[in-house]
T-cell receptor, first 113, second 113 residues
Framework: DQQVKQNSPSLSVQEGRISILNCDYT??????FLWYKKYPAEGPTFLIS?????DKNEDGRFTVFLNKSAKHLSLHIVPSQPGDSAVYFC????????????FGKGTKLTVNP | NAGVTQTPKFRILKIGQSMTLQCAQD?????MYWYRQDPGMGLKLIYY???????DKGEVPNGYNVSRSTTEDFPLRLELAAPSQTSVYFC????????????FGPGTRLTVT
């Protein structure tokens, strides 16, 4: 039973446009969410996070939006750059006691020059 | 800081052989984790540790063992390797709650034939 779902295996966008990556979760106990970026042959790199007490968190070109009622979060990258081409993983945690992250399967983003 | 280091980068094992995947971190993190990533899948937690001398099972612990004798090191032991253990293994570390970001090593690609 997948608790964190990334339903789009891949996404292709033009350089300079917006990339929107989506993530859904089923466990209502999750209250902290993270996005990781992974290049081939490297480990995942932490990108941005959001707590359930917020609905938006911004860091430079990256913004994460959280819709708790829909159990949905999204990562916006504006403007997209070719160097953003990577696999993006959504992860969730239960701040109430779990040290563990549950990861989605990832979305491969390709930014075309 | 080297961050999280893993050795070896690649390894081919024969069925039934054993090996230890090494992981070390120099960030003085209390929490350490082992994940595996199969093709097209997210990261699945094998084992984790919240401090020296304390370990616990994750989602997919069968066929693996861990120990945590120091804060810095968290080796993963594979006994009697099976083809189902062919995967990419990632070690990660974090400060622990309330900081949920995990920092990953570069991974070990293991093939069991």
């Amino acid at each position: 039973d997948q608790q964190v779902k990334q339903n789009s295996p891949s996404l292709s966008v033009q350089e300079g446009r917006i990339s929107i990556l989506n993530c859904d979760y089923t466990n209502s106990m999750f209250d902290y969410f993270l996005w990781y970026k992974k290049y081939p042959a490297e480990g995942p790199t932490f990108l941005i996070s959001i707590s359930s007490i917020k609905d938006k968190n911004e860091d430079g070109r990256f913004t994460v939006f959280l819709n708790k009622s829909a159990k949905h979060l999204s990562l916006h990258i504006v403007p997209s750059q070719p160097g953003d081409s990577a696999v993006y993983f959504c992860a969730a945690s239960d701040q109430g006691g779990s040290e563990k992250l549950v990861f989605g399967k990832g979305t491969k983003l390709t930014v075309n020059p | 800081n080297a961050g999280v280091t893993q050795t070896p980068k690649f390894r081919i094992l024969k069925i039934g052989q054993s090996m230890t995947l090494q992981c070390a971190q120099d960030m003085n993190h209390n929490y350490m984790y082992w994940y595996r990533q199969d093709p097209g899948m997210g990261l699945k937690l094998i084992y984790y540790s919240v401090g020296a001398g304390i370990t616990d099972k994750g989602e997919v612990p069968n066929g693996y063992n861990v120990s945590r004798s120091t804060t810095e090191d968290f080796p993963l032991r594979l006994e009697l390797a099976a083809p189902s253990q062919t995967s990419v293994y990632f070690c990660a570390s974090s400060y622990g709650p309330p900081r949920y970001e995990q920092y990953f090593g570069p991974g070990t690609r293991l093939t069991v034939t």
